[in-house]
């Protein structure tokens, strides 16, 4: 029994994904380790951010790196940072920023909602959102011409979530903000290259500690030095609302180690077969058909896709999912397709065999129908 089933919560198999909604991610145990060590210690804040910055460049090449409480508390930092520029009376009247320069540029495609808007966390760090494009298209004009005096910045947001279509590329927007002399945030919250942003040209880039990496409750911010120490000022600022406590930090620490020495080809190939056996014994049952899938935003990630017929069952992808959730040990499934008539099952989350609890559950949901 869990310590959340002890307190009456109930147990919960996690076929969704890292999602802040079920806890994110479980940290190894080396990692809970670390943390009950930090825990029990006292330490200068300050110094301990500084030297965290150093241990993670290392990691991503960065010049120097900020750790924040996570991704969304890093798009608010990374924009009162390009707002405030270091002049601390700034800092301090954040988030309030009229007569500054202060719109952040993004495409219609990426102002999506994660859990909460992007749109918020700009606002958050003094941002006043500037959308432009469509929604299923942005050209190299709608940047471009968007850029003026007040622009601070140019927020790319790579995830899952946004329109995979239509969007200008990293590549091309860093190419207008280099043209224009402005900066590039890059959210790449879920994201496992910890190189290729920054590599590609973005000034600040964005990840999520808790998620690819299996950390914590924490992220960071990398990319260059003198935007990074903007980025620590605002710990004197709406960061304090944002701050990392120093066993997150540490834990977080001892997960980026043990993830850079992972080898995640392996791992992506034996979540792959694992889908491939569960898809077989999920198409033996009528009325669905299973494939697996590759991540919709192009990581090496592969993902059971369950297609409902609710011809044949008379009963649509919500309503499976939702007695799913039921009983003394609820199952999520990946549900971003449901209007569609699909379920995806991510494998990353899944405990030993949970995937065959998953199976057997469904089977007897479409068998009671």
Not at 244 to 255: P, S, T
Request: glycine fraction near 10%; include cysteine; charge should be neutral.
């Amino acid at each position: 029994m869990t310590i959340y089933e002890e307190l009456g919560l109930a147990k919960v198999i996690n076929a969704s994904g890292k999602m802040t909604a079920l806890g994110v991610s479980t940290i190894h145990a080396d990692t809970g380790k670390y943390m009950l060590e930090a825990a029990m210690s006292f330490v200068n804040i300050e110094a301990l951010i500084d030297k965290a910055g150093q241990v993670i460049s290392e990691y991503t090449g960065g010049e120097d790196s900020c750790v924040t409480l996570g991704a969304s508390a890093g798009i608010a930092i990374s924009v009162a940072s390009m707002i405030s520029k270091g002049q601390m009376d700034i800092v301090e009247r954040l988030p309030l920023s009229e007569g500054l320069a202060n719109e952040i540029i993004i495409q219609k495609g990426h102002c999506v909602n994660f859990g909460a808007p992007v749109n918020q966390m700009v606002r958050l760090g003094g941002g006043v959102v500037k959308e432009v494009g469509h929604s299923n298209k942005t050209e190299d004009f709608h940047i471009g011409n968007a850029i003026n005096e007040n622009t601070a910045a140019i927020l790319y947001i790579k995830s899952h979530h946004t329109v995979q279509k239509g969007m200008l590329s990293l590549e091309k927007v860093c190419e207008i903000a280099s043209e224009k002399n402005i900066p590039v945030i890059v959210d790449a919250a879920a994201e496992e290259d910890l190189k290729r942003y920054l590599a590609i040209g973005a000034d600040l880039v964005i990840y999520s500690g808790a998620k690819a990496i299996e950390g914590p409750t924490s992220g960071f911010i990398t990319g260059k030095s003198e935007k990074i120490k903007w980025c620590k000022l605002q710990y004197k600022g709406i960061g304090r609302a944002m701050k990392v406590g120093k066993e997150n930090i540490m834990g977080f620490l001892r997960a980026l180690q043990i993830y850079q020495n992972k080898d995640k080809t392996t791992q992506a190939l034996e979540n792959k077969k694992r889908m491939e056996v569960f898809i077989k014994n999920i198409n033996q049952i009528k009325g669905l058909k299973g494939s697996v899938v590759k991540d919709e935003a192009g990581r090496e990630i592969y993902r059971a896709a369950i297609k409902v017929d609710e011809r044949v069952l008379g009963v649509n992808a919500e309503y499976i999912i939702n007695e799913l959730k039921k009983g003394s040990v609820q199952i999520y499934v990946r549900e971003h397709y449901s209007n569609l008539g699909i379920i995806n099952i991510d494998p990353r989350p899944l405990q030993d065999k949970e995937e065959d609890i998953i199976y057997e559950r469904i089977a007897e949901i479409v068998n009671n129908i």
